[in-house]
């Protein structure tokens, strides 16, 4: 006596009407199963898939609201996208694990968005018969996270958003469940669609490899985790429904269980792009005893993390311990010493130290390697300035102006420099078009004043001086250099 082919029971002994190896139970569950590789091998139209069209109009409707909020639609800022709810490992490992999900819903321009979504109709037409829309949604989700687990595992400092991660996740699954599942359709006719799902997603991947701008670590995360559900809900497509519906139950508990201790591993392994992270924004709010909080652990944990070595070298100098500043700073710049950022920020201590001829040397350096940097220029004035070089640092404010027209402390510090060299009329004309832009600047109004008594303007030295002991009693100096 045979057995049946898909179940293993007995085939009766005894049949009329076609020869077969399949049960009737069987075959009766195969006429109500649509057939998987209609919608690659036959040109005839599936029904609509509702819960792929709801996807996609989400998306669509997320891309919408951010063009018509001002969002460019082909380039958009990564503020923007921090804004709408990307994927960044100080933010989502920090205070907003939801980023990990919301990154799944949005797009990098409308070229992004267009292949995606047009990804996801072409396989949501496919998964959504096979798996059942809620399914297919859970599966979508689960591959989409993994998708962003996986990003902030590999590159948590880079930026990310996009469905791509849930679209590989469900050709992952796809692939999975045809190969692996018990289907009433042959090898033959799968054979077709398994190589469409199979040529999608190593191609995707290899062009996401040499472009070099794609997230691939994403199509990986999202392209196994969805192998791996493809492979036990393939084992259970033709199960009673019941069945059916506690195994998949207990697939994606498993999945959700996975999915937070990958979370949780990550975040223990790259803790440290928070602290940077809020040790930045303290330093923002001018807090920088909370930057040094968090940046110490780090500094110490990882002495070679040079993002972190400088930001608490400016934490340092906020606090006037420049010993400690130039400890740090000495110790990035030796890390790496094409770090532009070590370098300002250690020319910038020499400047605040008084240490002229060490912070020229820095800043000549730098306006050399790059030459249209405004800050070098400003501080090479500074640095020549106090060396008593006041035509050179003439010309190294006049540079920074150049750059930087809207640079209020350039045009003071000519103002001072043209002073010195009683250039009087001109200083004068540097530092009110420095207290055009910055009004509040104290230490040019002053100056201003002493430019006019210079020049005999006794009544407007007299004004200035006035203005100036107006923003000395209020508090209200906003010289933050």
Not at 286 to 312: C, F, M, T, Y
Not at 415 to 434: E, H, N, P, R, Y
């Given at each position: 006596m045979s057995n049946c082919a898909q179940c293993g029971r007995p085939l009766p002994s005894f049949s009329t009407g076609e020869?077969?190896?399949?049960?009737?139970e069987c075959r009766q569950r195969a006429a109500t199963m649509p057939d998987p590789s209609a919608s690659v091998t036959k040109r005839v139209a599936p029904p609509r898939p509702p819960m792929t069209i709801a996807l996609i109009a989400i998306n669509?409707?997320?891309f919408v609201a951010m063009v018509a909020s001002g969002v460019s639609f082909v380039a958009p800022t990564t503020a923007d996208l921090l804004k709408w709810g990307a994927d960044w490992g100080p933010q989502t490992l920090g205070a907003q694990p939801w980023r990990a999900l919301?990154?799944?819903?949005?797009?990098?321009?409308?070229?992004?968005?267009?292949?995606?979504?047009?990804?996801?109709w072409n396989l949501g037409l496919l998964a959504e018969r096979v798996f059942g829309r809620f399914t297919f949604l859970l599966v979508y989700t689960v591959c989409g996270l993994a998708g962003s687990v996986a990003s902030?595992?590999?590159?948590?400092?880079?930026?990310?958003?996009?469905?791509?991660?849930?679209?590989?996740?469900?050709?992952?699954?796809?692939?999975?469940?045809?190969?692996l599942g018990k289907l009433p359709v042959s090898r033959e006719a799968l054979r077709p669609t398994l190589k469409s799902l199979v040529s999608f997603a190593v191609y995707n991947l290899f062009i996401g490899a040499a472009i070099g701008i794609v997230d691939n670590s994403a199509h990986i995360g999202g392209l196994v985790m969805g192998l791996a559900l493809g492979a036990v809900l393939g084992?259970?497509?033709m199960d009673e429904p019941d069945r059916r519906k506690t195994a998949e139950v207990f697939l994606f508990l498993a999945a959700a269980v996975l999915l937070l201790g990958c979370g949780w591993a990550v975040r223990q392994s790259h803790g440290d792009v928070v602290a940077v992270e809020k040790g930045r924004y303290a330093l923002e709010e001018?807090?920088?005893?909370?930057?040094?909080?968090?940046?110490?652990?780090?500094?110490?944990?990882?002495?070679?993390?040079?993002?972190?070595?400088?930001?608490?070298g400016r934490a340092y100098i906020d606090k006037k311990e420049f010993v400690r500043a130039e400890t740090v700073l000495q110790r990035a710049v030796a890390n790496r010493p094409?770090?532009?950022?070590?370098?300002?920020?250690?020319?910038?201590?020499?400047?605040?130290?008084?240490?002229?001829?060490?912070?020229?040397?820095?800043?000549?350096?730098?306006?050399?390697?790059?030459?249209?940097?405004?800050?070098?220029?400003?501080?090479?004035?500074?640095?020549?300035?106090?060396?008593?070089?006041?035509?050179?640092?003439?010309?190294?404010?006049?540079?920074?102006?150049?750059?930087?027209?809207k640079n209020?402390?350039?045009?003071?510090?000519?103002?001072?420099?043209?002073?010195?060299?009683?250039?009087?009329?001109?200083?004068?004309?540097?530092?009110?078009?420095?207290?055009e832009l910055n009004p509040r600047d104290l230490r040019a109004q002053q100056a201003l004043a002493g430019a006019f008594l210079a020049a005999g303007r006794r009544d407007d030295a007299q004004a200035a001086l006035k203005k100036a002991e107006e923003l000395k009693a209020s508090g209200t100096d906003s010289d933050e250099e």
């Open positions: 020869l077969t190896d399949v049960c009737p669509v409707v997320v919301t990154s799944n819903y949005l797009h990098i321009g409308i070229i992004h968005i267009l292949l995606n979504m047009w990804c996801l902030l595992w590999w590159h948590p400092m880079v930026v990310g958003a996009g469905a791509s991660g849930a679209i590989f996740g469900i050709a992952g699954a796809l692939i999975a469940a045809l190969y084992r259970v497509l001018r807090d920088a005893g909370e930057a040094i909080r968090n940046l110490e652990p780090v500094v110490k944990a990882h002495p070679d993390d040079n993002q972190a070595l400088v930001l608490l094409s770090s532009r950022a070590a370098k300002l920020t250690l020319g910038f201590l020499y400047v605040a130290t008084q240490r002229w001829e060490a912070g020229r040397q820095i800043f000549s350096e730098l306006t050399q390697s790059v030459p249209k940097d405004e800050y070098s220029w400003l501080l090479l004035g500074n640095s020549l300035d106090g060396l008593g070089r006041e035509p050179e640092a003439i010309e190294a404010y006049q540079r920074c102006i150049e750059l930087s027209p209020a402390y350039a045009y003071r510090d000519l103002g001072f420099s043209q002073l010195k060299l009683k250039q009087t009329d001109a200083a004068i004309q540097s530092l009110q078009k420095s207290l």
